[in-house]
């Protein structure tokens, strides 16, 4: 069984920093782009940033310059380091990772269970 495990977030003051980590686990022949994405309260969730298997990385223009996406293919895992965090980042942040189970099998997407990330001012 695959799962995804985020954790990081926490309460900081604007300005601040924190550097959230997401590990999968279980039997996965290999994953391919992960991501992380965040919903605010009583809105969509929406993409952060993502990273290919190769390093390829995308982000929203709200976070450019400030948040990094990286990765550990040997231990299955996306990081996201962000910086310079305001009030407006406050979210409850997912990982997401497309996985393929066996080599002939598409890729599926799976979920963290969300870490929360405050940002007070």
């Known amino acids: 069984q695959v799962q995804l495990v985020d954790a990081g977030g926490s309460l900081v003051q604007a300005g601040g920093f924190l550097r959230l980590s997401c590990a999968a686990s279980?039997?996965?022949?290999?994953?391919?782009?992960m991501s992380w994405y965040l919903q605010a309260l009583g809105k969509q969730r929406e993409l952060v940033a993502s990273?290919?298997?190769?390093?390829?990385?995308k982000y929203a223009d709200s976070v450019k310059g400030r948040f990094t996406i990286s990765r550990d293919n040997g231990k299955m895992s996306v990081y996201l380091q962000m910086n310079s965090l305001e009030p407006e980042d406050s979210a409850v942040y997912y990982c997401?990772?497309?996985?393929?189970?066996?080599?002939?099998?598409?890729?599926?997407?799976?979920w963290g269970q969300g870490t929360q990330v405050t940002v007070s001012s």
């Open positions: 279980g039997s996965i022949f290999t994953i391919n782009d």
């Open positions: 997401n990772a497309a996985i393929k189970l066996r080599y002939w099998s598409v890729d599926v997407g799976y």
């Open positions: 990273i290919t298997s190769i390093g390829s990385t």
